[in-house]
């Protein structure tokens, strides 16, 4: 049977990370675990609480034993301070997953985070599903029981499994044409009648690929899921080693690579490269034997994807229902959104000086004219974006046009 087919529980695999934070250093992150639906909690139910941080790292953990008490279950746990992270909890029944939370953000800083009443919804055959890249488009394939599920373009489509000469394949239930056959780390996928390029597993945080760079002297650390490979003074230094593991500080993460007398030190907050000027999500430090190189890590794409952006600012004229402006990068290389008349797609290409927006295409449906000239404004700024900046208070900026200004700024609600 394939490996991503087995149930894994919450957390199940903790990294080799390591944390270390005096209590000066730590701050307090508390709340309540709960679900919505009238079932009582039998005595041996248990909780598991974990927060993550960047590469995998786990932040803290507690787990909380039932002993008869009932939802809301009520949590704390310290991590450290300064760094962001993301909250998942799980409830498990006869050592089961019955509800689960995945992925609920928290800002770094040095106050006590309350996240409140968090909610878990019921395990489903997606709640521990894999993810797969087909070309630019991901996929997750998840299994629960006789349940199997593939989520693919904004749909669930329930799938069977069907008889195969080797590998597992599966097609869907009510679309024949869509059909999805794993072997190991691969698959395929034929998405309603559509071949999709070779889908590749995507990679635990830990394993999943990082760069680190800076200029004068050029030097760059880049770390693959097996190896860490060195490059300092424009080449003249080189090293390649096994990818080390991470540690966790207040406000930091540490490769630590005594072999060759060297340190990566990433560190949160928008980090700008001193010769372009993209903005990237980190600042690094390398330490190599006596020698310190500074400059920026992490990719610039991981500042635009994610949740939707909502455009707050476009040239200087008062937005019209300003809440129905949208902007997502859902992938790389994608873009969708709206204008808030149309439904917005296209695609976008970030490179290492800047960023441009292709075509868009967009639904055709008729508007108040005010709301057509205002899509018609958005369009035309789309087209003349050049690069974009992150602002101190989080904004997304779209800069370009014969001034270089901003012509769209944008929010995550």
């Not at 598991?48 to 932040?59: H, P, Q, S, Y």
């Not at 018609?376 to 779209?398: P, W, Y």
Request: glycine share 10%; with cysteine; hydrophobic share 40%.
């Amino acid at each position: 049977m394939p490996r991503f087919f087995l149930l894994a529980g919450l957390m199940a695999v903790v990294c080799a990370s390591t944390v270390q934070a005096q209590n000066d250093e730590a701050r307090l992150v508390s709340g309540a675990v709960g679900y919505l639906q009238r079932i009582a909690l039998p005595p041996d139910a248990r909780a598991v609480v974990v927060a993550e941080g960047r590469f995998g790292a786990m932040l803290g953990e507690v787990t909380l034993d039932a002993d008869g008490k009932q939802v809301p279950l009520p949590f704390e746990m310290t991590v450290p301070a300064n760094l962001s992270g993301r909250l998942s909890a799980v409830i498990r029944v006869n050592n089961q997953p019955r509800w689960l939370l995945r992925d609920l953000p928290f800002a770094d800083g040095t106050e006590p985070v309350d996240l409140g009443e968090l909610i878990l919804e019921p395990v489903t055959a997606l709640a521990f599903a894999v993810d797969f890249i087909c070309g630019d488009t991901t996929v997750s394939f998840g299994i629960l029981g006789e349940e199997t599920v593939l989520r693919a373009e904004g749909r669930d489509i329930p799938m069977k499994q069907v008889i195969s000469a080797s590998g597992a394949r599966f097609e869907g239930i009510k679309e024949p044409e869509t059909e999805f056959w794993n072997k190991g780390d691969m698959a395929m996928l034929r998405l309603e009648g559509r071949d999709l390029p070779e889908c590749q597993e995507v990679p635990p945080p830990q394993q999943q690929s990082y760069r680190a760079g800076g200029n004068e002297p050029g030097w760059s650390v880049v770390l693959t899921a097996e190896n860490a490979e060195i490059t300092a003074d424009y080449g003249e230094i080189t090293h390649s080693l096994p990818r080390p593991d991470v540690q966790v500080l207040p406000g930091a993460y540490v490769f630590d690579m005594p072999e060759i007398a060297a340190q990566l030190t990433i560190r949160e907050g928008i980090c700008r490269d001193d010769a372009t000027g993209m903005p990237h999500p980190d600042a690094a430090q390398l330490t190599l034997g006596e020698r310190e190189f500074s400059g920026c890590g992490g990719a610039p794409e991981d500042l635009l994807t994610g949740p939707s952006w909502q455009v707050t600012v476009l040239g200087e004229t008062p937005l019209i229902e300003p809440e129905r402006l949208t902007l997502n990068f859902i992938t790389p290389g994608r873009v969708a959104g709206s204008s808030g008349c149309n439904r917005l797609v296209g695609g976008y290409t970030l490179t290492g000086e800047g960023l441009q927006f292709g075509a868009m295409g967009s639904t055709m449906m008729a508007c108040p004219e005010p709301l057509m000239e205002q899509e018609r404004r958005m369009l035309d700024a789309l087209e003349q974006v050049t690069r974009f900046d992150i602002a101190e208070d989080g904004a997304l900026r779209l800069i370009g046009g014969a001034t270089d200004g901003v012509l769209i700024e944008a929010r995550r609600p």
